[in-house]
């Protein structure tokens, strides 16, 4: 076992302000960024907030910002950093701070809200549900969200701009709208309710520019630009700008 | 996330020194590796073939060396196009066109460039710098993604995805003609049939694994179990699809050589070997 003095920079304080504060603090081999705010916790700063519950990247408790990338501090190894690098360590910038690293995330919860549940098909009782694995397999990559949110904070529509905060779902949950129209059993359709292009219209999915910084922060590595942004993109075109679709739905109308 | 998160600070407007209650952090960004480089060489590099194309665009001379074709010419619908046996050059412009023929095609390839996810991540972070990199502040004041004119004009892309499909077609046909001499008989081969061999291998790569592409084959399907073919079909374009920024860079290049090497040809800088 080796051990040293790292310097960390750890910022503190709430709503009211605060700033980054500097620590002397011991580091020893295999330990993660999360093991030293706890240390600091234990021997020099017996107030610091910090979230956390698994310590094993899959409660999504423990999202902050290390030398300014997003990440889980339970997922960060010290050995990816030079001994004499200084290392620091901020709250998510996207979200109003309530203590030292400890973010208000209650807007996912709201844009969560948002997002109209899965749509039970008629005729099929629960229990009766069966699907192909090959129909599942899409909206299954993105089940393996742990709800971190640190595709949201790392989205620079919200992240630099506040003000889009209310037009814009954020990519978790376009990606939970996309998880939904490729199920293959619901039947929101049924109920006039278009999923792809409600995306576009109710969700603010035209104001993400596929810039894949969600997809590069992702502690799951799920493909959330390529496989699901992208797709719902294609799926509101499908739906809202394909010439022989407007048509075809014209006439119809038409006919009624 | 599974703690319990009930606000215990209420937010207001009013916190001191930053807005809307986020942690008062004045730096842009804090990070400290050097994440201006991807941005920079992707500006660098679109920079370059921008200037080579519209240099070659406006050229108009040297693009044909009997049996190749410059790509940034095919298909030539002037009727200024130096005459190409048996050729893609069909003037359906007629003779009131006065400028270069490349620009009545390039439209194609431009469209369909601008418009391709990958291109429009590349210019949106490395030209308009929004966001320049992830978690570093793009430093416009207003933003408006593609909700709104022009650039809900990106939405175009599938069509010029199909219309991508018949400048390919063209441009394989271009290739196959490399296998004629300069006066038109079959079973030759130079080094110029290889780089347009090589070229149309690629544009055909970057075009196949088009997002809309994948859309088109099967992404748009709800019941992968009823489709088994197209199903098959999209997981092959899905694994083209993870390699489509190597594609988009790989196919530039290749186009960009393949004019060159045309020009090179053609106004006599070099002699094209010939295998057979
Ligand atoms: S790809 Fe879209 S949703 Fe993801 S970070 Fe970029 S803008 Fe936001
Ligand atoms: S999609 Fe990935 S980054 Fe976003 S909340 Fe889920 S696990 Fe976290
Ligand atoms: S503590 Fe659970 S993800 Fe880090
Ligand atoms: S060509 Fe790049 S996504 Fe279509």
Sequence with gaps: ?256 | MATGTTPTTPVTEASGGRAHGRAAIAARHLRTDRWWVPPLVTALGLGAFIAYATWRAFANSDYYAAPYVSPFYSPCLASNCTSMKGGADWPLFGDWWGLSPALLVLVFPLGFRLTCYYYRKAYYRGIWWSPPACAVAEPHAKYTGETRFPLILQNVHRYFFYLALIVAGILTYDAVLGFRDPSGDWGHMGLGTVVLLVNIALIWAYTVSCHSCRHVIGGKLRHFSKHPVRYRLWNRVGALTARHMLLAWSSLISVGVADLYVYLVASGAFDDPRFF
């Design chain 1, 1 to 256: 076992m080796s051990s040293y003095t790292a310097h960390f920079k750890v910022w503190r304080g709430d709503a009211d302000g605060g700033g980054l504060q500097d620590f002397q603090v011991e580091v020893n081999d295999g330990e993660v960024v999360l093991d030293i705010i706890h240390r600091l916790q234990a021997t020099q700063a017996s107030d610091l907030a910090v979230r956390w519950n698994c310590k094993a990247g899959k409660c999504g408790s423990c999202s902050a910002e290390v030398n300014g990338h997003p990440r889980l501090m339970c997922m960060t190894r010290m050995s990816v950093f030079r001994r004499d690098e200084t290392v620091t360590v901020t709250p998510m910038r996207t979200f109003p701070v309530i203590r030292d690293l400890v973010t208000d995330v209650s807007f996912n919860y709201t844009k969560a809200r948002e997002v109209p549940a899965f749509v039970p098909p008629k005729g099929v009782a629960a229990g009766e549900y069966r699907m192909a694995q090959q129909d599942v397999e899409r909206s299954q990559e993105f089940r393996k969200c742990i709800e971190c949110f640190l595709c949201q904070n790392t989205c620079h529509v919200v992240r630099d701009h506040e003000e889009n905060k209310e037009a814009f779902a954020g990519p978790r949950f376009l990606m939970r709208i996309a998880e939904l129209d490729m199920h293959p059993l619901d039947a929101a359709e049924e109920t006039g309710l278009n999923r792809a292009a409600s995306a576009q219209e109710d969700h603010g999915l035209g104001y993400c520019n596929i810039t894949k910084c969600c997809t590069d922060v992702c502690p799951e590595n799920i493909h959330i630009t390529d496989n699901a942004l992208i797709p719902l993109k294609e799926r509101a075109v499908d739906r809202k700008y394909d010439p022989l679709v407007w048509l075809g739905s014209k006439i119809r109308r038409r006919g009624q």
